[in-house]
């Protein structure tokens, strides 16, 4: 059973545009996601994170949005840059110990010129 | 900041072969270590963790095994590969339980044919 979920493998954007990327989670543990940014043949680099008793997290071009109620997390890149193409992983976990993240299966986004 | 090293960057081995991925950090003193695999259309997959010399925990049965032999060293092994192992294997830090964002290594491509 797949605690988080990505459910779009991939996503056009133009450049310039706002790029929304979307992840589900059915754990209602988790209390603390992130986002992570992944190139082919490297590791995963981390973004931006939002702890459960906020709703939004900004950093610079980068902001997640979290919906508590419907176990819904949105991260929204503007504007969408040529570097920005890559893999983008949700993953969640329940802060306060030495857990794994929980990982989606990532959503691929292309930043088209 | 801490630096995450990972040897080899690729490496292809033959069914039933042995295996032994290292990961070395730096600039971080008693950290939690993580190992995750992300296999072909698949998410990342934690495999164990550590919270301090020799104490490993794993999260999914398998014929792989892990040894945290120093406090900056964690090793990945196996004792006879399948070819179900190929895959991306991530070495990640946290830098204690007290904290929530974990950093992720380069990675080691391992191929078994």
């Known amino acids: 059973d797949q605690q988080v979920k990505q459910n779009s493998p991939s996503l056009s954007v133009q450049e310039g545009r706002i790029s929304i990327l979307n992840c589900d989670y059915t754990?209602?543990?988790?209390?603390?996601f992130l986002w992570y940014k992944k190139y082919p043949a490297e590791g995963p680099t981390f973004l931006i994170s939002i702890s459960s008793i906020k709703d939004k997290n900004e950093d610079g071009r980068f902001t997640v949005f979290l919906n508590k109620s419907a176990k819904h997390l949105s991260l929204h890149i503007v504007p969408s840059q040529p570097g920005d193409s890559a893999v983008y992983f949700c993953?969640?976990?329940?802060?306060?110990?030495?857990?794994?993240?929980?990982f989606g299966k990532g959503t691929h986004l292309i930043i088209q010129p | 900041s801490q630096t995450i090293h990972q040897w080899p960057a690729t490496l292809v081995q033959p069914v039933g072969s042995p295996l032994s991925l290292e990961c070395t950090v730096e600039?971080?003193?008693?950290?939690?270590l993580y190992w995750y695999r992300q296999a072909a259309g698949r998410g990342l997959q934690l495999l164990f963790y550590?919270?301090?010399?020799?104490?490993i925990s794993s999260e999914v049965p398998q014929n792989l095994s892990a040894s945290r032999p120093q406090d900056r060293q964690f090793i990945l092994s196996s004792k006879k590969l399948l070819l179900s192992d190929s895959g991306f294997y991530l070495c990640a830090l946290q830098r204690g339980s007290s904290y929530n964002e974990q950093f992720f290594g380069p990675g080691t491509r391992l191929t078994v044919l």
């Open positions: 993953a969640a976990y329940s802060g306060g110990g030495a857990d794994g993240l929980t």
């Open positions: 754990n209602s543990m988790f209390d603390y």
């Open positions: 600039g971080t003193s008693n950290p939690n």
């Open positions: 550590s919270v301090g010399i020799g104490q």
